[in-house]
């Protein structure tokens, strides 16, 4: 069954620090997505892409993040300048292929340590 | 995006059905209803999604009243395994690239 990888499972960097996060999304999928979640909360909507561009982004999503296809197959997100409450488990998910029923694919989510 | 309300928390033993109710007052037409299941450390994963009356998978039924302003998700004879949050989330279909809005979810528990 396809399924939505990401990399790297468990990153640990301090405050500071460029972080860049790795997903590949089924492969004929077409939306694109990041959610976060903080440990012990829900899971919070980041972002979502498609066409090559960002199509909405939450109030979380601010200039520290953004988010790039670079080779038609992976799909990042990169946090600029990590802070501690940036902290959190990452998911990547995708949807949208011809048959389009709206089901949301998650990753199995990179979880971030700031330390 | 309709809001959706749901329990925060079930407890339940092997064996037994479960049922979750959500509220969706404010649904619009069309709008679906989708759950969700989160283990700890994974992401959601999709259950079951449906417009009215009832909807069975192999892993859970969906039952909507003819008003859609409610929806239940019924477990049928629950094992330790199902422990989990269930989210309720209410969408359109496809919607492009339209997002999904988690709330708090359904953390539910099974015991031996």
């Known amino acids: 069954e396809p399924e939505v990888t990401q990399t790297p499972s468990h990153q640990v960097t301090q405050m500071g620090q460029e972080v860049i996060l790795r997903c590949v999304p089924i492969?004929?999928?077409?939306?694109f997505y990041w959610y976060r979640q903080i440990l012990g909360q829900k899971v919070e909507f980041l972002v979502s892409?498609?066409?090559?561009?960002?199509?909405?982004k939450s109030e979380i999503f601010d200039d520290q993040f953004s988010v790039e296809r670079p080779d038609g197959s992976n799909f990042t997100l990169k946090i600029r300048s990590t802070k501690l409450e940036d902290s959190a488990m990452y998911f990547c998910?995708?949807?949208?292929?011809?048959?389009?029923?709206?089901?949301?694919?998650f990753g199995e989510g990179s979880r971030l340590t700031v330390l | 995006l309709a809001k959706t309300t749901q329990p925060i928390s079930m407890d339940s033993y092997e064996g037994q059905e479960v049922n979750i109710t959500c509220s969706h007052n404010?649904?619009?037409?069309?709008?679906?209803i989708t759950w969700y299941q989160q283990f700890p450390s994974q992401g959601p994963r999709f259950i079951i999604q449906?417009?009215?009356t009832k909807v069975t998978n192999e892993v859970a039924s969906l039952f909507i009243p003819a008003d859609r302003k409610s929806s239940t998700l019924s477990l049928p004879r629950v094992s330790l395994s199902d422990t989990a949050v269930y989210y309720c989330?209410?969408?359109?279909?496809?919607?492009?690239?339209?997002?999904?809005?988690f709330g708090a979810g359904t953390r539910l528990a099974v015991h031996p």
């Open positions: 998910a995708s949807k949208g292929g011809m048959a389009n029923t709206g089901e949301l694919f």
């Open positions: 404010n649904i619009a037409t069309n709008d679906y």
């Open positions: 492969s004929n999928h077409l939306y």
């Open positions: 989330l209410v969408g359109p279909l496809s919607g492009g690239y339209n997002k999904l809005i």
């Open positions: 892409f498609y066409n090559n561009e960002i199509s909405e």
């Open positions: 449906g417009y009215k």
